[in-house]
């Protein structure tokens, strides 16, 4: 079992900054990658970024150049950066652990923590 914890979420005016963290904790070993998914209301949820062991990172093309996750691969953690925020990034955000493809795409698996809420006003 893999249990994660997120937070950091919160209300930020359009253009501001927002940093969001993830804890991961249990049987993490098995998997080399962790992400960011978001869900918007009337939406699918989203891969947002994923980062594996190593640094390897790919971004969704709507958050490209604003948005940066990171890890400390030493305290199981994951975190994501949110930058020139826009009201269309507003969405409950949620950590996910997985593992990368050999074709570079990311795999989540099926753990979620209660994930953190996200809203930008215009």
């Known amino acids: 079992q893999v249990q994660l914890v997120e937070s950091g979420g919160g209300l930020v005016q359009a253009g501001g900054s927002l940093r969001l963290s993830c804890a991961a904790s249990?049987?993490?070993?098995?998997?080399?990658?962790m992400a960011w998914y978001r869900h918007a209301p009337g939406k699918q949820r989203e891969l947002v970024a994923a980062?594996?062991?190593?640094?390897?990172?790919n971004y969704a093309d709507s958050v490209k150049g604003r948005f940066t996750i990171s890890r400390d691969n030493a305290k199981n953690t994951v975190s994501l950066q949110l930058d020139s925020l826009k009201p269309e990034d507003t969405a409950v955000y949620y950590c996910?652990?997985?593992?990368?493809?050999?074709?570079?795409?990311?795999?989540?698996?099926?753990?979620w923590g209660k994930g953190t809420l996200v809203t930008v006003s215009s």
């Open positions: 249990g049987s993490t070993f098995s998997f080399d990658a």
């Open positions: 980062v594996s062991s190593g640094g390897f990172t």
């Open positions: 996910n652990i997985g593992y990368y493809r050999p074709n570079n795409r990311y795999a989540g698996m099926d753990y």
